[in-house]
């Protein structure tokens, strides 16, 4: 069974600094692609990046590009964001997905993962 632990989320001032971090377990990381989603109050939850299991590619949302930086070390079963220069309107509950992707590098979209963390809330003051 897939499991996913997100964490690391917090207040911090804009311009501030944010490194989060999603912990699999009970699947091999290797054949997953992850990505972290971001859910603002009121609105739909969107894809800030992700990343394929099996040849490192990436993919940012444009308002996350050169600010945002998606990683995974298989070893520790673990995938983090980092976020630099952090903006108020990059508020909202952050949520590390997983999906079996063998091959390939599916969008970065809600409806393509079908396992989630729990969410950790990240705050930015002005």
């Known amino acids: 069974q897939v499991q996913l632990e997100d964490s690391g989320g917090g207040l911090v001032h804009s311009g501030g600094s944010l490194r989060l971090s999603c912990t699999g377990s009970?699947?091999?990381?290797?054949?997953?692609?992850f990505g972290w989603f971001r859910q603002a109050p009121g609105k739909e939850r969107e894809g800030v990046a992700c990343?394929?299991?099996?040849?490192?590619?990436?993919y940012y949302a444009d308002s996350m590009k050169g600010r945002f930086t998606i990683s995974r070390d298989n070893a520790k079963n673990t995938i983090y964001l980092q976020m630099d220069s952090l903006k108020p309107e990059d508020t909202g509950v952050y949520y590390c997905?997983?999906?079996?992707?063998?091959?390939?590098?599916?969008?970065?979209?809600?409806?393509?993962?079908?396992?989630w963390g729990q969410g950790t809330q990240v705050t930015v003051s002005s």
């Open positions: 997905a997983a999906e079996w992707t063998p091959t390939g590098f599916r969008p970065c979209v809600r409806g393509h993962f079908g396992s």
């Open positions: 009970g699947f091999n990381m290797d054949i997953y692609q």
């Open positions: 990343i394929s299991g099996t040849d490192g590619r990436t």
